[in-house]
């Protein structure tokens, strides 16, 4: 399996908009879409208001390639997010037995 840690850092004054984003667009998206077997959302904190994450666990490679195509190190971006977002930052790693 592949575990997907995808971060996102949102432009100034845009942190309500993106969590309604993030809430009601990119978790059901992500819950329902085929491969994924399980998702971990990471809301902002005081600390850190303008930071969002998602941690994903995909069945195996080809699957996430299904979702983002080949180029899987590139993020996948929903264009309502686009505006929104300032960084992005994407790592994989394989998922090992705890």
Request: aromatic share 12%; glycine share 6%; proline share 7%.
């Amino acid at each position: 399996m592949i575990m997907r840690i995808f971060q996102v850092t949102i432009r100034p004054g845009k942190e309500a908009e993106f969590s309604r984003f993030f809430h009601e667009t990119a978790i059901p998206l992500m819950k329902g879409t085929d491969g994924v077997v399980d998702v971990y959302p990471g809301a902002a904190r005081p600390e850190s208001p303008r930071e969002f994450a998602f941690v994903m666990v995909w069945r195996d490679l080809d699957a996430l390639k299904g979702f983002v195509g080949e180029d899987y190190t590139t993020p996948h971006i929903d264009p309502a997010e686009d505006a929104l977002v300032e960084a992005r930052l994407i790592r994989h790693y394989d998922l090992v037995a705890a």
